[in-house]
């Protein structure tokens, strides 16, 4: 800090003196009196000339009183000799103004080498206060860390298809070059895609803890910050550490935050975050040995440049756990636990519940046995803090045994419908059909037709089974008349190719006629999807298959 003092006084002192220069070059150029021959005469007699000197034309003396210049042709410079001493000098006005120039070029280049200096400490002082304020806030510390990760997917009941497909990214970290060398590139990002609390973070932790890799964790609000700029440094320098330490893994929970789509209300220092995000996975080389795995629970907000081939080009949906999952998870909770009762019996009532749910459970029901005074965990402890784990759920994950029945022939004729008509999915449960909403370029009609009949099945069954129409049809029939409004106002596929008031209304009750008529005649496969669905909560493609061809 000293030196950088020491220095500016310098810098300051040059440009000082070239200013004090320039002033007295100025003056002392300027501050000649012109004179006739009787003052020089006068000066001359009186001994009054100290020197002189001869500059081309004129002749300037120097007296006690000051400096005087005649014309040289006035004066008899052999009798000015004899006087004084006499120096010739071949002036030149022009080198003179060109060296006044030049000394105010150099005090200007001074003056700007010193000011791009203070600004550039100034930037630096600015930049060292906003890392300042971001340590004093814990957010976006320049210094980014990786962890190692404890988690084994062992640690991880249920979601095994969920195992399986990250299984591949797990080997890859662990023998890349078995991949490498067959010109197998994995993807770049995989993105993590299912509601809270099914374990998103834990099963990233997992992935890492299975490789034995570094693990980068960052939430995607981090890079959203307060100063321009700083998230996409804070992006940059995540990618250039998860780089050096290789193979490692990024994980973004909640990706939503910085990539969400770009669109009217604008943010440019979360759109300079994502492009950034965006460059940096491009610049992937593919044996980088770094995988993104993001995790979100708004798909639909996702920015469509982040999903497309090279970035996160593969998307693991993670669903909410069936009874058999949530009777895996109970287990893994209550290890180590007093207790005493059955654990099935605790899953089938817990329907709709998320592991992160379940834990709350099963640590508010140890916490109701020592309110009692007891030491054992029973089935009782649960069935009397369900109903407060369960606040602020929506009501109709809360099934009854009526509505399950209901909600399990409801499903099942989407299920079967689904097989039948052949859109594509991988497994339906009680509460969510995960259907694949597969973007063709080309679809038609009948294609689009066969999807409103898969979201009307539900109604249609309830109709033929109950001759009633219930309030978990909400979802399906707005999906349903969406499609029928895109197929009469922008394919044409209604009555004309100009829409007609009716249109949607006619595709929609022809859907429903041509669907009972289906499931009227399909009542034994059916009864069979049901049965399972309300005894696991959840059926597969091929065990649907497996059903169809023994009817048939």
């Known amino acids: 800090m000293q030196f950088l003092k020491s220095k500016k006084l310098m810098v300051s002192l040059m440009a000082l003196s070239v200013l004090v220069i320039l002033f007295l070059t100025i003056i002392l150029r300027d501050n000649v009196k012109i004179i006739d021959y009787n003052f020089y005469e006068a000066l001359l007699k009186t001994d009054s000339i100290k020197k002189a000197q001869i500059e081309s034309n004129d002749v300037i003396l120097y007296s006690i009183d000051g400096k005087y210049s005649i014309i040289k042709d006035a004066v008899d410079l052999k009798e000015l000799v004899k006087k004084v001493p006499v120096q010739s000098i071949e002036a030149n006005p022009f080198l003179e103004d060109l060296f006044v120039i030049a000394l105010f070029f150099v005090m200007i280049f001074v003056l700007v080498l010193y000011g791009r200096k203070k600004r550039e400490n100034d930037l ?83 992935v890492a803890g299975e490789a034995n890799v570094p693990f980068f964790y960052q939430s995607g609000a981090s890079f959203v910050q307060i100063y321009v700029g700083m998230g996409a440094k804070r992006v940059r320098e995540l990618f250039s550490y998860a780089k050096a330490n290789a193979p490692s893994i990024i994980f973004i929970d909640e990706i939503d935050a910085v990539g969400k789509a770009r669109g009217d209300m604008r943010n440019d220092e979360r759109e300079s975050t994502l492009n950034e995000l965006l460059t940096q996975m491009d610049g992937f080389e593919d044996s980088s040995g770094v995988i993104v795995i993001g995790a979100t629970n708004k798909m639909d907000v996702i920015d469509e440049a982040l999903l497309r081939s090279g970035r996160f080009d593969r998307r693991i949906f993670i669903p909410m756990p069936d009874i058999l999952d949530r009777q895996k998870i109970l287990e893994v909770y209550l290890k180590g636990k007093p207790f005493d009762g059955d654990v099935k019996s605790i899953a089938k009532m ?159 009750n022809e859907a429903k006629d041509e669907v009972e008529k289906f499931l009227l005649g399909m009542s034994t496969p059916l009864e069979k999807v049901s049965k399972i669905l309300f005894e696991n909560e959840s059926i597969s493609r091929d065990e649907i298959k497996k059903i169809v061809d023994e009817v048939f």
Do not use: H
């Open 350 to 508: 817990s329907v709709g519940f998320s592991g992160a749910a379940l834990a709350t459970l099963v640590n508010e029901a140890a916490i109701n046995t020592l309110r009692k005074g007891r030491e054992i965990i029973t089935e009782d402890d649960f069935v009397a803090v369900r109903q407060k784990v369960l606040l602020g759920k929506r009501k109709v994950l809360n099934f009854s045994d009526t509505e399950k029945a209901i909600q399990s022939d409801y499903q099942a004729a989407k299920a079967l419908c689904a097989y039948w008509f052949e859109i594509d999915f991988e497994k339906i449960t009680i509460v969510n059909d995960r259907l694949k909403d597969v973007d063709f370029e080309i679809e038609s009609k009948t294609q689009m037709f066969s999807k409103i009949k898969v979201y009307l099945a539900g109604i249609a069954i309830t109709k033929i089974k109950y001759n009633e129409t219930f309030s978990n049809s909400t979802e399906d029939l707005l999906r349903a008349r969406e499609i029928a409004k895109n197929m009469s106002e922008l394919y044409g596929m209604g009555k004309g190719l100009v829409p007609y008031d009716d249109d949607v209304a006619t595709m929609l």
């Open 124 to 206: 630096k002082k600015e930049e060292e206060s906003k890392n300042r304020a971001y340590a004093n806030a814990g957010l976006g510390q320049s210094i980014i860390k990786s962890s190692k990760s404890k988690y084994k997917f062992s640690d991880i009941a249920g979601i095994s298809e969920v195992k399986e497909e990250l299984q591949e990214i797990v080997d890859f970290l662990k023998n890349s070059t078995k991949y490498t060398k067959m010109g197998i590139t994995l993807p770049r990002g995989v993105l993590l895609v299912g509601p809270p609390g099914v374990g998103k973070t834990l099963i990233a932790k997992a």
